[in-house]
């Protein structure tokens, strides 16, 4: 098939590693949730059913064209008024098939819509420009993947089981989509709107521990379900999740992958994702960076995006819009963080999100440690910051890990 859909098509670097044929590919993704057969049969049922239409159609045009042209010295014929049998044809057999496709386009919408009680929730915040879900134990995800050059987050759910996203935005309307799950629903500010899905099919990663068993990472499984071991072949295995509100500039950038886990590897990945206290403020910094969005506006080599580079900002002095000045440093950043309108940087305007209740202390402060870890000249102060702070936690003070 090759020879007809160019490499080019086929290789697409996001569908390149599913394991599925090309007629799938070109039209579909693997099916991989209870939702998948019934919609992929409507959607082909409506397709071949207006192909079929389109053909017999557009042929009896063309040829009825031809055949009763306008010819020298043949009268026109006069067209019969009318030929009850052929109305009552063309009248039934259309009614009937489009009574077909409403009540099964219906039943499956009623089927999406409503989802089932026994549900996981997981609290969904789309802004711009990531997505965040907070799983029930309070719990986000830690663990990145590439996806179209980018480190996108991976999210974790449990394989047979149903999960409901409640979702909601901090800014523009946003569209969560599950390509393998045939799922998508509409992301609103100042409304909660909810979707529900329910994996099937194999797991497409389980958890590999090491570091004497302390960490814990996503490994992706092989079509036979053997543990992936080539560091160069894990990125890209596992589903897709897209931002589909194509109205602003970087909603194609709202990426993240799905990974399909068994029972027990998802109980085992969200206590993991959960403690971040054996993570050091620097490391987990840079992590945030990535999950939380800031790297979509900030970038850490001095390259200006929406919003200034991090890159050596810790220690120098800022002027605001309104001609304030003040030094970058912990409060700077915390402030920025938290109410981002307090003091907007000259040359820049009010676009940052405030993540004021969305973040722990503790992340703030891994963040701002990061910041000062990108300026070269307080880079050892930044790793000090850190040592000292893990010293303090294996130190074993009797009081549980910050969170
Ligand atoms: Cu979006």
């Not at 557009?58 to 031809?66: A, C, K, R, S």
């Not at 799922?183 to 389980?206: E, F, I, L, S």
């Not at 909603?251 to 027990?264: D, F, G, K, T, Y």
């Not at 810790?314 to 950043?333: L, P």
């Given at each position: 098939?090759?020879?007809?859909?160019?490499?080019?098509?086929?290789?697409?670097?996001?569908?390149?590693?599913?394991?599925?044929?090309?007629?799938?590919?070109?039209?579909?993704?693997?099916?991989?949730?209870?939702?998948?057969?019934?919609?992929?049969?409507?959607?082909?049922?409506?397709?071949?059913?207006?192909?079929?239409?389109?053909?017999?159609?557009?042929?009896?045009?063309?040829?009825?064209?031809?055949?009763?042209?306008?010819?020298?010295?043949?009268?026109?014929?006069?067209?019969p008024s009318h030929n009850t049998p052929l109305e009552i044809v063309w009248t039934v057999v259309p009614?009937?098939?489009?009574?077909?496709?409403?009540?099964?386009?219906?039943?499956?919408?009623?089927?999406?819509?409503?989802?089932?009680?026994?549900?996981?929730?997981?609290?969904?915040?789309?802004?711009?420009?990531?997505?965040?879900?907070?799983?029930?134990?309070?719990?986000?995800?830690?663990?990145?993947?590439?996806?179209?050059?980018?480190?996108?987050?991976?999210?974790?759910?449990?394989?047979?089981?149903?999960?409901?996203?409640?979702?909601?935005?901090?800014?523009?309307?946003?569209?969560?989509?599950?390509?393998?799950?045939?799922?998508?629903?509409?992301?609103?500010?100042?409304?909660?709107?909810?979707?529900?899905?329910?994996?099937?099919?194999?797991?497409?990663?389980?958890?590999?521990?090491?570091?004497?068993?302390?960490?814990?990472?996503?490994?992706?499984?092989?079509?036979?379900?053997?543990?992936?071991?080539?560091?160069?072949?894990?990125?890209?295995?596992?589903?897709?999740?897209?931002?589909?509100?194509?109205?602003?500039?970087?909603?194609?950038?709202?990426?993240?992958?799905?990974?399909?886990?068994?029972?027990?590897?998802?109980?085992?990945?969200?206590?993991?994702?959960?403690?971040?206290?054996?993570?050091?403020?620097?490391?987990?910094?840079?992590?945030?960076?990535?999950?939380?969005?800031?790297?979509?506006?900030?970038?850490?080599?001095?390259?200006?995006?929406?919003?200034?580079?991090?890159?050596?900002?810790?220690?120098?002095?800022?002027?605001?819009?309104?001609?304030?000045?003040?030094?970058?440093?912990?409060?700077?950043?915390?402030?920025?963080?938290?109410?981002?309108?307090?003091?907007?940087?000259?040359?820049?305007?009010?676009?940052?999100?405030?993540?004021?209740?969305?973040?722990?202390?503790?992340?703030?402060?891994?963040?701002?440690?990061?910041?000062?870890?990108?300026?070269?000249?307080?880079?050892?102060?930044?790793?000090?910051?850190?040592?000292?702070?893990?010293?303090?936690?294996?130190?074993?003070?009797?009081?549980?890990?910050?969170?």
């Open positions: 098939m090759s020879a007809i859909f160019p490499e080019s098509v086929l290789m697409n670097p996001l569908l390149a590693s599913e394991d599925v044929g090309w007629w799938t590919r070109l039209w579909f993704r693997a099916k991989a949730s209870t939702f998948a057969g019934e919609t992929d049969a409507i959607y082909n049922f409506i397709f071949w059913v207006s192909i079929a239409f389109f053909v017999v159609l557009m042929f009896l045009m063309v040829y009825w064209g031809i055949k009763y042209r306008r010819k020298p010295g043949v009268a026109p014929e006069i067209s009614t009937i098939l489009l009574f077909v496709m409403f009540v099964w386009g219906f039943k499956g919408y009623l089927n999406k819509a409503v989802s089932p009680v026994d549900a996981e929730v997981i609290q969904v915040t789309a802004k711009k420009w990531n997505w965040t879900f907070e799983y029930k134990t309070g719990a986000k995800s830690r663990e990145l993947d590439r996806m179209a050059d980018m480190d996108v987050p991976v999210f974790a759910l449990p394989l047979n089981r149903p999960v409901k996203f409640v979702m909601s935005s901090d800014d523009v309307i946003h569209s969560m989509f599950f390509p393998e799950f045939r799922a998508k629903r509409d992301v609103m500010p100042n409304r909660y709107t909810t979707m529900w899905v329910q994996p099937t099919g194999k797991p497409t990663h389980t958890v590999e521990r090491y570091d004497n068993g302390k960490k814990l990472r996503l490994a992706p499984l092989d079509s036979a379900g053997n543990v992936i071991t080539d560091m160069a072949e894990r990125a890209g295995k596992g589903y897709n999740l897209f931002c589909t509100e194509y109205c602003g500039d970087q909603h194609s950038q709202m990426l993240a992958r799905i990974a399909v886990l068994a029972e027990a590897d998802y109980k085992d990945w969200l206590d993991y994702q959960g403690d971040t206290s054996g993570v050091p403020l620097n490391v987990l910094g840079e992590q945030l960076y990535k999950l939380q969005g800031c790297a979509t506006c900030h970038s850490v080599n001095g390259a200006k995006g929406t919003g200034p580079t991090w890159k050596d900002i810790w220690g120098e002095t800022h002027k605001s819009t309104t001609g304030a000045s003040a030094t970058v440093d912990e409060n700077y950043i915390r402030e920025s963080i938290l109410v981002p309108g307090a003091f907007v940087r000259e040359g820049f305007s009010n676009q940052m999100p405030s993540y004021q209740g969305k973040m722990k202390d503790r992340e703030i402060r891994a963040l701002t440690t990061y910041i000062m870890s990108l300026n070269d000249k307080f880079k050892q102060d930044a790793q000090a910051v850190s040592d000292e702070e893990m010293a303090k936690q294996q130190g074993g003070s009797g009081s549980t890990p910050a969170k």
